[in-house]
């Protein structure tokens, strides 16, 4: 049994990792449309072997499909995913739109799958933060063990979190630091290449930024909201691969050892840590892999039950097209996907 699947924004970063994973992992699909604004009509992008041309958001009839994976802006999808989802269709939404409403289920497989099971109240399932759903692959095992008290976490976020133009100015600026200078930033507020900007999203009232309160606000929703958690986001000078130092604090007791045996046995985590200096990840060695990898599992002894932890995946992957896949594909376990007969 096929599907007839459309991707919208399938001509960015995030929407051609989604064509690309849906043809990597063998997703059952009959039909596949590439749908973009009509700026984009015309363009192509490739699904497996094949080349398609995209179609214009304006014209075509979602009710001829049975799912539609959204990469656009939590603007463009605020309008569109309501009437998408009234059309028939399941929208499996990759902005920050509906993340927090509590009609749609904010989903990472490994963490919450039964949450899938609720998606026909809007037609509409969340994708996580790419930061959090990385964070939150790791925490998940870890909490149901220990219960989680505390989480102070300091991020480490590589520039095609920011898109293409992210990516286009970190090439352009560390290439021209040698010729005459870094070019002035443009999609950052300050100079990326060669530095750090402790700075993703837009400031809050309370000194924290939007992007940092996604993080805590969507670990309550997915795993516990009496978790207490704290969080510093910085944009760092890499292309691919979120980084994330985080400290943790639990109820109950749990060292590194177990911590490290349990991790190991989770869904959609590798653990890679040897005490030597090279046995651990980097974003750079992340890059392009499905799973969540944690590294430097230890002991913190400042607290009565502590832990810190080194985690790293690939922002476009599982922070956010794998993700939506992995949902996709729970969707077709259950049989939650209504499908339509083709034309």
Request: with cysteine.
């Amino acid at each position: 049994m096929g599907y007839r699947v459309a991707v919208v924004g399938a001509t960015g970063n995030v929407g051609r990792e989604m064509l690309n994973i849906l043809e990597e992992v063998k997703f059952p699909v009959e039909k596949i449309h590439a749908i973009a604004s009509r700026k984009s009509i015309g363009l192509e992008v490739s699904f497996g072997e094949k080349i398609i041309k995209c179609e214009d958001i304006a014209q075509f009839d979602f009710s001829t499909v049975d799912l539609v994976l959204m990469s656009v802006s939590g603007t463009f999808s605020r309008e569109w995913s309501p009437k998408i989802g009234a059309a028939g269709p399941i929208v499996i939404d990759n902005s920050s739109a509906f993340r927090m409403d509590p009609d749609v289920p904010l989903v990472v497989p490994e963490v919450n799958p039964d949450d899938v099971e609720w998606a026909n109240k809007k037609n509409i399932i969340a994708n996580p933060n790419c930061s959090t759903a990385q964070l939150v692959v790791a925490l998940k095992p870890l909490h149901d063990r220990a219960r989680i008290k505390r989480v102070v976490v300091s991020t480490y976020q590589s520039v095609s979190g920011a898109g293409k133009e992210g990516m286009d100015e970190l090439f352009d600026q560390t290439k021209n630091v040698y010729v005459l200078g870094a070019t002035p930033p443009k999609k950052f507020p300050k100079q990326i290449a060669f530095n750090v900007i402790p700075f993703i999203g837009e400031f809050q009232d309370d000194g924290y930024t939007d992007e940092e309160a996604k993080m805590w606000n969507e670990t309550h929703k997915m795993i516990d909201p009496a978790i207490k958690l704290t969080v510093t986001c910085v944009r760092v000078p890499v292309m691919v691969g979120h980084s994330e130092s985080v400290n943790i604090e639990f109820h109950d007791p749990i060292d590194e050892d177990e911590a490290r045996d349990l991790l190991r046995e989770s869904p959609g985590l590798i653990v890679i840590d040897k005490r030597e200096p090279t046995g651990y990840m980097t974003p750079k060695e992340a890059q392009g892999e499905f799973p969540v990898f944690v590294s430097r599992i230890r002991n913190d002894p400042t607290v009565e039950h502590g832990l810190n932890l080194w985690v790293v995946a690939d922002n476009l992957r599982k922070g956010a097209a794998l993700n939506a896949v992995q949902i996709a594909e729970l969707l077709h376990e259950r049989g939650l996907i209504k499908t339509k007969a083709l034309a």
